[in-house]
C-alpha cells in the first residue's frame, strides 16, 4: 500500500462572525496550509471541498472554492457527512491518492454558519436526522446527545458536574488557543449554573456555531518527503455509520459508529488505544468527550468520567485529549472541524503545539462524529 | 393525505407508508413488518432491503414499553418556539423503539429511566397530529 502523509495542514480563526465570504475563509486557511510547504497550488492534482449544505445561498462551492485557489482545472467536488465532512475528505484524498489517481490533493473544509439566525441553525441541524419520522417532533443536535448522556448517567451514575469538568478542561486550554471563539477559562460553578438548554447540558455544556475553514494538504510518499520537512503519516482510517433514526439506535451509552470507526482505524494502523499519545475527540457536547473516550478504549465502558476527574486527559496526563480547547472552546463551523482536529495532532507530532505541547508525541489521534452519531471517523497519524 | 398535518412541522408529504396517517387518525401506532422475512420497522418501511420486497404489513405497537432516555427541550428550534419547553423520549416497546415528547401530564420530577409507558396518538392545534407517550 501506497505511504500517504499529511504535508500541510491549516485553518482560520473560528469566530461567531467571520466578516468575509467563503471563498476569501477558505483562502485563509489555504494559505497557513501551504505556507513554507515546497509546493505550490500547481502542484496540487486535486481539491475536496467539505460542509454541511443550507447555510450558504451559494450552491455547488467546488467549483467556486476551487476557482479561488487558483486550481482550476483541476478536479473539484463535494463531500458531505455533516460534522465530519472534512474527515470524509481526508479518507477519499487517501483512497485516490493509493489508487494512483493523484499525488497530492487538497482537503478544505469550510461553514459560514453566521449566515443563519441561531434558531435556524439549530432547525437546519435538526434535519440532519429522519425528516418523516423525527424532526417533526422537534428533535436536535443537542436533545439527541441529551438522550445519551441521560442513559449514560443512569446507567453508569454519571453526573452533570462530571461532564463540567470536561468544559473546565477544554476552556482551560481554550484560553490561550488563538484560533479559539471561546477564549475565556470557566469554572466548575459558571458551567454548573449556566441555563439548562436541554435536560441535563446546559449553555457551557455544548459547542458554540461558528465562522471557519480548514485545509489538508495529503500527498503520496515520495513526493510528502520533497515537499515538508516532517510529513506526519496517515497510518489509521475507520469511517462508519449508525442510523439516520434515534429509533434504530441499539446503545444509548456509546456510539456505535465511532466504536466501528476506531475497531477499523486501530487494525488498520496495527496499534491499539495504549499507543495514543495525544488525540482529538468530537466535544460538540461535554458528554461527547466522555463517550469518545470510552468508544475510543482510553477507559472501560462507563469508566470514562475517571480520566476527566483524575485529570489524565491534561496535556501532562497519561492520554491527552482536545488540549487545544476542543469544539467546547474553539466552536464548530461544521465543515472546517475535521480539518481542525487533523491541524492541532499535525502541530502536536510536529512539536509546534506551543500553548499546550504534549511531550514528543508519536502518535495521534482524530475523532470526528457527524451530526447524533450517525457518521464515525476515525484518522490515526504518526510522525 | 400524507404527512402534510403530522407533528408540530411537517417537511415532506408523499409516502408509500401513508396509510400510518390514516391508522392514527383511527387511535392506532402502527410498525410495518415483512411479509417475507418478518423483521419489523419503526420508523415504518414500506419496503425490504433484506429481501428487496415491498411486501410488508402493518401491525399495532400497542402494550407496554420503557422509557430508554428523555430530554427536557428549553429551547425550540425555528418552528417550534411555542413548543417549548417539551420532553423528548425515546420508548422500547415490543421489538421497536420510537421517538416521541412525553405527555405533559407526566411531572418532570415523576420521569425515570427505565418507567413503564405507553403510546398513543394526540390532536395538536390547528389539526395536526402526532403521537406521545404516557404512563402505563
Not at chain 1, 40 to 60: G, H, L, M, V
Request: with cysteine.
Amino acid at each position: 500500500m501506497a505511504e500517504v502523509a499529511i504535508v500541510g495542514a491549516g485553518q482560520t480563526a473560528f469566530s461567531r462572525q467571520c466578516g468575509v465570504n467563503i471563498r476569501e475563509l477558505s483562502f485563509e486557511a489555504f494559505k497557513e496550509a501551504m505556507e513554507g510547504l515546497d509546493i505550490t497550488a500547481e502542484d496540487i492534482d486535486a481539491s475536496i471541498i467539505c460542509s454541511a449544505p443550507e447555510y450558504d445561498k451559494q450552491r455547488s462551492p467546488a467549483g467556486l472554492i476551487s476557482e479561488y485557489l487558483g486550481l482550476t482545472p483541476k478536479p473539484a467536488f463535494y463531500v458531505e457527512t455533516v460534522c465530519s465532512s472534512s474527515s470524509t475528505g481526508l479518507r477519499v484524498a487517501w483512497s485516490m491518492i493509493t489508487a494512483g489517481l493523484h499525488k497530492t490533493v487538497a482537503v478544505i473544509g469550510f461553514q459560514k454558519m453566521s449566515e443563519l439566525s441561531s434558531r435556524e441553525a439549530a432547525e437546519r441541524m435538526g434535519r440532519g436526522g429522519d425528516i418523516i419520522w423525527e424532526s417533526p417532533f422537534g428533535l436536535t443536535m443537542p436533545a439527541g446527545y441529551a438522550l445519551y448522556a441521560r442513559a449514560h448517567m443512569a446507567k453508569y451514575g454519571t453526573t452533570e458536574e462530571h461532564l463540567a469538568k470536561v468544559r473546565v478542561k477544554n476552556s482551560h486550554y481554550g484560553a490561550s488557543n488563538p484560533k479559539a471563539t471561546y477564549r475565556k477559562e470557566l469554572g466548575l460553578e459558571d458551567i454548573m449554573n449556566s441555563e439548562v438548554i436541554t435536560s441535563p447540558l446546559k449553555k457551557f455544556d455544548c459547542c458554540a456555531n461558528a465562522d471557519g475553514a480548514s485545509c489538508t494538504i495529503v500527498a503520496r510518499g515520495d513526493v510528502a518527503r520533497g515537499a515538508c520537512k516532517i510529513p506526519i503519516w496517515i497510518i489509521g482510517l475507520g469511517a462508519a455509520t449508525d442510523t439516520m433514526s434515534m429509533a434504530g439506535r441499539e446503545s444509548l451509552t456509546g456510539l456505535r459508529c465511532a466504536q466501528e470507526a476506531a475497531r477499523q482505524a486501530y487494525k488498520m494502523a496495527g496499534i491499539g488505544p495504549q499507543d495514543i499519545d495525544v488525540a482529538e475527540v468530537h466535544d460538540c457536547f461535554t458528554v461527547s468527550e466522555i463517550l469518545a473516550y470510552e468508544d475510543l478504549g482510553f477507559a472501560k465502558p462507563g469508566e470514562g468520567v475517571g480520566l476527566i476527574e483524575d485529570k489524565q486527559t491534561y496535556v501532562d496526563g497519561k492520554m491527552p485529549v482536545n488540549v487545544d480547547g476542543g469544539l467546547l472552546s474553539k466552536g464548530h463551523p461544521i465543515g472546517a472541524t475535521g480539518g481542525s482536529q487533523l491541524r492541532t495532532i499535525v502541530r502536536q507530532l510536529r512539536r509546534e503545539a506551543t500553548e499546550a505541547q504534549v511531550k514528543e508525541p508519536e502518535v495521534g489521534l482524530v475523532h470526528n462524529i457527524g451530526g447524533i452519531g450517525q457518521y464515525g471517523n476515525v484518522t490515526i497519524l504518526r510522525r | 393525505m400524507g404527512f402534510e398535518n403530522f407533528g408540530t412541522v411537517s417537511f415532506t408529504t408523499e409516502a408509500k407508508t401513508a396509510d400510518f396517517i390514516n391508522y392514527l387518525e383511527s387511535g392506532k401506532v402502527m410498525a410495518t413488518r415483512c411479509k417475507q422475512c418478518g423483521t419489523t420497522y419503526f420508523p415504518p418501511k414500506a419496503d425490504c432491503p433484506d429481501c428487496l420486497s415491498s411486501e410488508v404489513e402493518w401491525f399495532e405497537v400497542g402494550g407496554k414499553g420503557e422509557l430508554r432516555s428523555y430530554t427536557k427541550v428549553n429551547y425550540g428550534p425555528t418552528g417550534f418556539e411555542a413548543d417549548a419547553p417539551y420532553t423528548l423520549a425515546l420508548g422500547e416497546f415490543d421489538g421497536v423503539q420510537i421517538l416521541a415528547r412525553l405527555s405533559r401530564d407526566i411531572e418532570e420530577k415523576d420521569i425515570k429511566v427505565g418507567m413503564s409507558l405507553t403510546v398513543s396518538p394526540v390532536k395538536l392545534p390547528e389539526n395536526r397530529l402526532a403521537y406521545e407517550f404516557k404512563r402505563a
